[in-house]
């Protein structure tokens, strides 16, 4: 048997590894080598050094701090909500109860629909909330656009997030909540001294990728509010897609915003990886 996976290996793997490596090795390393040059394509690319990360910093408009900082509250708001809510939904549907399975299949169903359709259908549901409320609409205070994408971003990554909790909590063996419960252990302490520490790995995968989707998030962004009122909501990607598409000359710029925002992105989900690896438990 191992002898056939060894020759059978290279057959598998390679059209996978190519594929892999033209699609997304080879840009990468050309995106990073033109962060470093002015550029309209990449055949008449100029070498100006540092000059486009020093702009990115000294842009007197500050849009990527802005952005930034945006970003990091939204991304932290979402994790919390995300996954409180969607391991209590995990907690309730695992219950003996009836209609568990319809509802799981109808809180997952959001996430299927594209972020495009998803943002202008909250914008329409939330404006006309705002409407009956006398205000204009979303991008009247960058406060309604923070909270329309915290709930947008809540309602499509929920049932997702559930389904993995589920089967987190569905593989704790039974004889465990069996011995706490003669044990005269409370529900409460139950759910945080055997629950929660036997669905570490589960919560490992769910804030990795709710930190990771709500910090990469652009379509959603751009449809929801398209960074009004003036950059106020305006979030990393969307900032990167401004620059480039938007700004003659400063393409390069929004290629160094991107390869930073790569760095940034993969060194937070990289501690938080570490941080709940840590504290899972062996079974």
Avoid at 67 to 88: K, P, R
Avoid at 165 to 194: C, R
Wanted: proline share 3%.
């Amino acid at each position: 048997m191992n002898k056939s996976l060894k020759k059978y290996f290279p057959v598998f793997v390679l059209p996978t590894l190519i594929a892999f490596i033209i699609a997304f090795v080879a840009p990468f390393i050309m995106g990073v080598g033109l962060s470093f040059t002015k550029f309209t394509t990449v055949t008449n690319a100029q070498f100006v050094g540092l000059d486009n990360y020093i702009k990115i910093f000294t842009d007197p408009n500050h849009d990527f701090l802005n952005a930034l900082i945006f970003t990091t509250l939204f991304t932290i708001v979402s994790i919390i909500t995300v996954n409180i809510i969607a391991f209590s939904l995990a907690m309730l549907l695992t219950r003996k109860m009836k209609g568990t399975n319809f509802f799981r299949s109808v809180f997952f169903l959001p996430n299927l629909i594209g972020g495009i359709v998803l943002g202008y259908i909250w914008q329409l549901l939330i404006n006309g909330v705002l409407d009956m409320l006398v205000i204009s609409d979303i991008t009247k205070s960058s406060t309604y656009g923070f909270w329309g994408l915290v709930i947008l971003n809540n309602w499509q990554l929920i049932g997702y997030m559930m389904v993995i909790y589920i089967a987190g909590i569905q593989n704790i063996p039974g004889d465990l909540i069996e011995a706490a419960a003669i044990d005269g252990a409370s529900k409460t302490k139950t759910l945080f001294k055997i629950t929660i520490p036997m669905v570490m790995p589960s919560i490992t995968i769910c804030m990795f990728l709710t930190l990771t989707n709500s910090f990469k998030m652009f379509d959603q962004n751009l449809a929801l509010t398209g960074g009004a009122p003036g950059k106020s909501t305006q979030m990393l990607a969307l900032d990167i897609y401004k620059t480039f598409y938007g700004r003659i000359g400063w393409a390069g710029v929004g290629q160094a915003k991107a390869v930073i925002f790569f760095i940034i992105v993969a060194l937070i989900a990289f501690l938080q990886l570490r941080a709940t690896r840590s504290k899972e438990v062996e079974q």
